[in-house]
């Protein structure tokens, strides 16, 4: 048999009472008995992948996921999308880049993908593509290489992430790039 009891008299206290980060203070519940965790992405961090910050006067927990970088763009062919501009630095530096796209044609409704494993150095402020990136593309109908293609790209100081969509068709394209860095 199941029961519920309910107790009109009081408020009910919340079951969670604090939730620490890895850096600022323990975050209690506000009122309603609710503790955000909000997720936001940084391009400007080596040392860690992910890392919590709490904010006790806002009731929040900042989640942040570092050596991300996102890109989108809409297009329709035949145009070469730049998805992401990602300037290096002024510090010697090689970055290993493990990319992941994703292509909708929104004409005919069909769909492609690609991913890249490529490496970048930055020597003196310009950008160098270390060998020949490594690529697997899949698709459908137009999407299919050579009319379609997605590139890593060194153009001075910056890496760039480009999609060339192909003729005739309106694409969506979204990119994921997770890099290591070494100076």
Do not use: W
Not at 73 to 101: K, Q, R, S
Not at 145 to 163: E, K, R, T, V, W
Not at 168 to 183: D, I, P
């Amino acid at each position: 048999m199941s029961q519920i009891f309910a107790d009109t008299g009081s408020t009910p206290s919340a079951d969670i009472e604090t939730l620490t980060g890895d850096q600022g203070l323990a975050v209690g519940p506000d009122g309603a008995h609710n503790i955000n965790i909000l997720a936001i992405t940084s391009e400007d961090f080596n040392a860690l992948e992910l890392q919590t910050v709490g904010v006790p006067a806002s009731n929040t927990i900042t989640v942040t996921q570092f050596n991300t970088i996102l890109g989108s763009a809409t297009g329709t062919g035949v145009t070469t999308l730049t998805l992401i501009t990602f300037d290096l630095g002024l510090t010697d530096a090689v970055y290993v880049m493990d990319i992941t796209l994703a292509v909708f044609d929104f004409t005919n409704d069909i769909g492609a993908g690609c991913n890249i494993f490529g490496t970048i150095r930055t020597i003196g402020g310009v950008a160098t593509i270390i060998d020949t990136p490594d690529k697997v593309d899949n698709g459908e109908g137009s999407l299919v290489f050579p009319g379609a293609d997605c590139n890593m790209i060194a153009s001075g100081n910056n890496f760039l992430l480009q999609y060339l969509v192909p003729v005739g068709v309106t694409v969506r394209v979204s990119a994921f790039v997770h890099y290591t860095k070494q100076e």
